[in-house]
Each structure stands twice: as C-alpha cells, then as structure tokens.
C-alpha cells in the first residue's frame, strides 16, 4: 500500500500525479497545506533540477527536471541586470554592484546585502559565491570569491560584517569551497585544502599527501555522504575524481564514481548524488551543463561522452530571447557551519 497523506486521506501516488498538472508556483503553495505534502515534496525534489534563465525576460526563471522532462516556471522580482552567482542551503545568489540578492524560489523568502563596505574592488559579472546557515541559529555566512583571485570575502549577518581572506602569499588562487562537517573548506587552483576560520581571517591548510600535480581552474570540490571528493573534470578531455581519506591524509583516486552520479556546471557548482536512480538518474555518470545554450552532455564514468540532451519543447519565450542553463539547484539542501569548530 501507498504511504498516506494528511491523515491517511490521499496516497503519494496520487498526490505525484496532481504534481504533475500543476505550475511551480502552485507546487510551492502546496507544500504549505502540511507538514506530510511538504515531506512528499521535499524527497520529490530532492534531485538536482536545472537553473534555466530567459535573456529578455525581467522577473521569470525556470527550473527543468532532467529524468521527466518536466519544466517548472517561477516569477520572481528583482534579479534584472543581476548577475548569476550561485545556488546554496535552497538560495539562488545574484550579484550586482553594490549588493547580493539571495532569493529562495520555494519559500519567496529573499535577502539583500550591501557589500559598500567590502575594500576590495570587483567584478560582480565574474564572482562565485557561497551561502550557508550558522548552526542552531538564524543566522548565516556568505563567501565570495573569484577564479584569478587571491582574496576571498565572508559575510557574517551576526554583526553584518565582511571580514577578507588572502592567500596571495602562498600564490593560490581558491577556485572552489563547499561546507563539510559544518566548516567551509577551500580548494586552491594547485588542489590544495584548507578551512576557513571564520573566528579570524586565517585559513588552514591540510597536509595532504599525493597531492595532484594540477594548476588549473576546472577543479570542483564536493561533499557527499560524509566524503569530501576532488574532481577535476574537463568536458571531453578528463575526469579524475578523488577522495580525502582523513584517517591517512592523502588523496586517494577513485576509479569510478561507483553509485554516484555527479551534476556539473562550468560556470558553477558540482554536485554529487548517491543513489541516483531513485530519481531517475544513472549511476557512475557525469551531467554536465555549459552556460552558454540549453543543453546537457551526460559522460560515463571514464569521461566519456554517451548523449546529448536538449529540449525539444519547455517555457514559452519571445522571438527575442534566447534560453540558456546556468546552473544545478538543489532545493532542499541546506549548509549548515559551526563557529566552535575552528579556534
């Protein structure tokens, strides 16, 4: 028998099925009926979905499901002119001169913040960017850096702060972060890790050993299932993948993604997802979207090419417009960093 739902009324099958006559904005209204619809929509939307924007519309994103095809349109305010930074913990981050909107689809919940006071000058057309909760509190941290940059920047909303990171005397450039264990890890353009100290302005490189002898950009550092993994992956050239063993220190290579799958962007994130095929994915296989047209090449585990998948059909758009992918947004996924951990 099915699972019920809002007091053993109506079946997840059945619920599945209005899903699917029903827009993104009317999903989210859903998932405030109870606290049951939301657990069905929370592990219904647990897979990665694709950032799709619209290069002539003001106020609308759209968001595609790989496995069934399925587009789901959202209507939003004030990202026009904004550029596109990144998605973390459910937000979508946009970047203009003098501030950041973080805005999360699902709740309508948005946050600006000023970055008047940072010292350093940038350009927001090029800046990655990373947010996550403080641990036990409503409070929230948001990294910024930039490919080619020594210098990382971290807001602290606690006492609406920035506070700057260098690491121009050690000659690395950070190319990549993500939250593992509650701390945020930095990865370097010569694959070196280090945790940022969010309690000072220092970071704190690991002694690891069998480092890669890589000095590029397309390195991505990713967290899943209580691994941190290296990836460095070149669209039809490489894909080497390792994982940190921490009980020996070192990189260790991994043959093949096993039971992953991997999602990759090459302007933003990567992402890595166990068990795939429970939302309709392979596994030991690499998605990877470019940012400059809608379409997805899926690599086998070797990085070797196996398709190409682009839509047939989706969101209406003007003659003037022209759609592209950006990135992979996790919905339910939520960072969490904890100040005690790094003294």
Not at 32 to 60: A, G, H, Y
Not at 86 to 96: D, E, M, N, T
Not at 153 to 180: C, I, M, P
Not at 285 to 305: A, E
């Amino acid at each position: 028998m099915e699972k019920l739902t809002a007091n053993n009324m109506l079946p997840w099958d059945v619920l599945a099925i209005i899903c699917k006559k029903l827009n993104f904005n009317d999903i989210i209204q859903l998932s405030t009926v109870c606290k049951d619809w939301r657990s069905f929509l929370e592990m219904k939307f647990q897979s990665p979905l694709i950032v799709q924007r619209d290069s002539f519309s003001k106020n609308s994103l759209s968001f595609m499901s790989l496995p069934d095809y399925r587009f789901y349109s959202a209507q939003m305010d004030n990202f026009w002119g904004l550029s596109y930074s990144g998605s973390s913990s459910g937000y979508l981050i946009f970047a203009g001169p003098n501030m950041f909107l973080l805005m999360n689809p699902l709740t309508r919940r948005g946050k600006k913040i000023s970055t008047l006071a940072l010292k350093d000058s940038y350009d927001y057309r090029g800046i990655r960017a990373h947010f996550a909760f403080v641990k036990g509190s409503k409070e929230y941290v948001l990294v910024l850096f930039s490919n080619g940059s020594c210098r990382l920047n971290v807001y602290h909303s606690q006492n609406s702060r920035w506070a700057t990171y260098s690491t121009k005397g050690d000659s690395l450039e950070v190319v990549d972060l993500v939250v593992f264990h509650n701390s945020i890890y930095v990865l370097t353009n010569k694959a070196k890790i280090g945790v940022l100290n969010l309690n000072s302005t220092s970071i704190k490189f690991l002694e690891l050993k069998n480092t890669p002898l890589v000095t590029y950009n397309d390195l991505r550092l990713v967290s899943c299932d209580g691994n941190l993994l290296v990836v460095h992956f070149v669209p039809g050239e490489m894909l080497n993948v390792y994982k940190i063993d921490f009980s020996t220190m070192e990189f260790v290579r991994q043959d093949t993604l096993g039971e992953l799958a991997l999602f990759h962007s090459s302007y933003a994130n990567c992402y890595a997802l166990s068990n795939p095929r429970r939302w309709g994915y392979d596994s030991n296989t690499v998605y990877s979207i470019i940012c400059t047209s809608p379409k997805c090449n899926v690599y086998s585990g070797n990085g070797k090419l196996q398709k190409l998948i682009m839509p047939i059909h989706g969101v209406q758009v003007s003659k003037r417009s022209r759609l592209y992918w950006v990135d992979w947004y996790l919905p339910y996924l939520r960072d969490e960093v904890d100040y005690s951990l790094i003294k």
